[in-house]
């Protein structure tokens, strides 16, 4: 087991000594285990290569042939400059030495070299770095060598060498940590190769093999962890048991106007299974925009009512309380169910109403904004929290709302999978439950970007798709920090749409309208009385017209790939082809790549995970800042996929009967012992 080697002290490795081992703690290197886990995080190209093939400035490790004296110029008592040539077959090369003159004795010619250094091709010319002897002691030559990271007195030659020799001691004492059913699923390399290939790769595909065992394996003990602790927490009897009856629901389902899909049946069902259990659901529901998450959080809510509690919904927008409110009004009125909204803009008179019925339980479900997390916000009886759009809500609102029932369920949907949901996927003691499919019959949207010089050809397809029946969005330019020019772009921008379209209705939306203004707009363009709607961000989440098919959006390179995604997500909600145009002129590269991804992917995972790559790791998904795990070998974003594996794994492992009494998983039931899982306390 390699236990053995996590209480093997390092100084039992040759060559560290006392004071090496004590640099070593310094990184966290307290024992052989440790060591033999402290991977590179790259690795130094020392393959030897054929100069023919090496381009100008590139670093090469060469084999040659000495042929001719070093010559050596000093210059003062320790700076030199040596020069010798040097026969690489088929080229005769200059090789040029700073401060190596005391090789000079050893530099015979004729002697055989392994040379590593930066090639100028112009001069036929290398700059040796490194020099290798055959047959010398450290042959790196040939190989990918590891590169790790070090502080304080310890060199890379010495942390190579002492990790090659702790390989040498130990590495045959290294255990299998998985189980064999899950090395069998992904035919992964057994532990013990991995951990030397990882070290020693001979080739880099070899190199990433290792490493993704490895990285699997980290985040599988980190989801074994979190879905054992999920597990025991399920024992737990501290929710609401809704009582209710399953034909119930169905028939709410089956009188939905369209067939659900596989996936909206399937979480529907987890939902159902967690709300009729007496501990507390905490789940969080991802899908990409449009893949009908709204019609899951009625049937739950239906469900909670008809169980005798009271639900919640909160959203980030008043235009979307109020569609929410009127698409559940639609769904629940035939059942003779109450809904309520509550928002920021009702007057104090209708405020107090809505808060006393809500208190004496005559609002079955109760739609609202942040406005449903004030303190005079009382329940008879919540049951279920839903959150739409949680990426928009900080926790603690959440948490808020959920504090004031009897330990509601808490149901919590997005659309945008990172970095949130990895945030909560890996803090959480939470269930994920995924919307995989769009319903079907959508097309894939379309995206073209354009510059501003094509706004007549935009405004000719406008026309074109309105004349068929079809209707349209159009995006004003974003401009930060000033909601007042937001407005002016906004009136602007909407002149212009009504000079240019005199045949159809130009609707207008920005943040300065009343919410009665706002819902007036919406109600219109919902019921195609107006045709075109020129609006700022405010329409950015949730917004549902089928109807719309053109997305324009004004100086799409203002926007960030997420939010893009959101907004062009207003279309392609129904059976129609639906279009996106992006109106940009990228000013850079980066810009001209923000707009190529937008053209190539309707895959929000992947523009989420493109959009984090080209802000760069540092802008706000720094794991120090977020809180998030740090992991030794994984990275959250990069391995993200991985993660998934590893938790789809974890959960089904820990939901089998066995895995809690047989003799093969006594050693991960050991490890959540270690971890203190078992006792059942809390993560921290
Ligand atoms: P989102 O997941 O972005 O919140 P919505 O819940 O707003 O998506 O659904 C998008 C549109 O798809 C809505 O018009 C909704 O009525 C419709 N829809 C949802 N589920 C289905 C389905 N199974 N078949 C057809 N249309 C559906
Ligand atoms: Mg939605």
Redesign the pocket.
């Known amino acids: 087991m390699s236990t053995d080697l996590h209480t093997l002290p390092v100084r039992s490795v040759k060559g560290v000594s006392l004071a090496k081992a004590k640099e070593l703690e310094e990184l966290g290197i307290d024992s052989v285990a440790r060591l033999l886990e402290y991977f590179p995080f790259r690795y130094e190209d020392y393959r030897i290569r054929d100069l023919a093939d090496v381009k100008d400035g590139e670093k090469v490790t060469i084999e040659g042939k000495l042929y001719s004296e070093p010559s050596v110029q000093m210059y003062g008592r320790s700076k030199s400059r040596m020069t010798c040539k040097v026969f690489a077959d088929p080229l005769m090369i200059q090789t040029v030495w700073f401060n190596r003159h005391f090789l000079k004795d050893r530099l015979r010619p004729g002697a055989q070299l392994l040379l590593t250094g930066k090639w100028d091709s112009r001069r036929l010319q290398l700059t040796v770095a490194e020099c290798e002897f055959p047959g010398g002691s450290s042959s790196r030559s040939g190989t990918l060598q590891p590169v790790y990271s070090i502080t304080g007195a310890l060199a890379q030659r010495w942390m190579r060498k002492t990790i090659q020799q702790a390989l040498v001691q130990f590495g045959a004492l290294v255990a299998e940590a998985l189980p064999k059913q899950l090395v069998d699923k992904y035919g992964f390399m057994p532990r013990k190769q991995a951990v030397y290939r990882i070290h020693h790769p001979d080739d880099v595909e070899e190199g990433k093999q290792a490493r993704k065992r490895l990285v699997y394996e980290e985040l599988f003990y980190f989801q074994l962890k979190l879905h054992a602790f999920r597990a025991i927490q399920r024992q737990k009897e501290d929710g609401v048991a809704h009582e209710f009856n399953n034909e119930d629901v169905r028939q709410f389902v089956r009188a939905l106007?369209?067939?659900?899909?596989d996936s909206?049946k399937k979480v529907i069902a987890e939902i159902l299974h967690d709300l009729k259990e007496p501990y507390c659901m905490n789940r969080l529901l991802q899908?990409?925009?449009?893949?009908?998450?709204?019609?899951v959080a009625a049937a739950a809510l239906f469900a909670t009512v008809k169980a005798g509690c009271q639900g919640a919904l909160m959203v980030p927008t008043e235009i979307l309380a109020e569609q929410h409110k009127r698409?559940l009004e639609k769904l629940f009125e035939p059942y003779g169910m109450t809904i309520g909204l509550l928002t920021g803009s009702l007057t104090d008179r209708q405020r107090r109403d809505v808060i006393a019925s809500l208190h004496m339980g005559l609002i079955d479900v109760v739609v609202g904004t942040h406005a449903l997390i004030q303190d005079d916000v009382l329940f008879r009886k919540l049951g279920l929290v839903v959150t739409?759009e949680q990426h928009r809500f900080g926790v603690n609102q959440r948490s808020i709302l959920r504090r004031k029932g009897m330990n509601p369920d808490v149901l919590t949907?997005t659309?945008t999978p990172i970095p949130r949901t990895l945030a909560i996927t890996a803090f959480g003691d939470l269930d994920v439950s995924t919307?995989r499919e769009l319903?079907?019959?959508r097309k894939p949207i379309k995206t073209y970007a354009v510059g501003h010089d094509k706004l007549e050809r935009v405004i000719g397809f406008i026309r074109n798709e309105v004349s068929t029946g079809r209707q349209a969005y159009v995006i004003c330019p974003l401009i930060e920090e000033s909601e007042k020019l937001d407005v002016q772009n906004a009136i602007d921008v909407h002149a212009q749409m009504s000079h240019a379209f005199p045949e159809f209705r130009v609707g207008l939306l920005h943040g300065r309208m009343t919410a009665q203004e706002k819902d007036e707009v919406m109600r219109l363009f919902k019921e195609n009385q107006v045709q075109v709607l020129v609006s700022t961000t405010v329409i950015e989440v949730?917004v549902?017209v089928?109807n719309a098919t053109v997305m324009v959006i004004y100086d799409a390179v203002r926007f960030g790939l997420s939010q893009l995604h959101q907004l062009r997500?207003r279309v392609g909600?129904?059976e129609h082809q639906s279009h996106c145009i992006l109106i940009a002129d990228p000013k850079n590269e980066t810009a001209k790549e923000r707009m190529r991804v937008m053209t190539e992917t309707n895959d929000g995972f992947e523009i989420a995970r493109r959009d984090l790559e080209l802000r760069g790791p540092g802008d706000f998904f720094g794991t120090k800042q977020s809180g998030l795990p740090e992991f030794k070998l994984a990275d959250m974003m990069s391995d993200f996929e991985i993660m998934e594996m590893a938790r789809d794994d974890a959960a089904e492992l820990v939901a089998q009967p066995d895995f809690w009494t047989s003799a093969e998983m006594l050693p991960l039931r050991e490890f959540l012992q270690r971890e203190h899982i078992l006792d059942g306390e809390r993560l921290d």
């Open positions: 106007p369209f067939k659900l899909t909206q899908g990409d925009v449009g893949a009908g998450k709204t019609v698409s739409d949907m659309a919307l319903p079907k019959g949730g549902d089928p997500g909600r129904g």
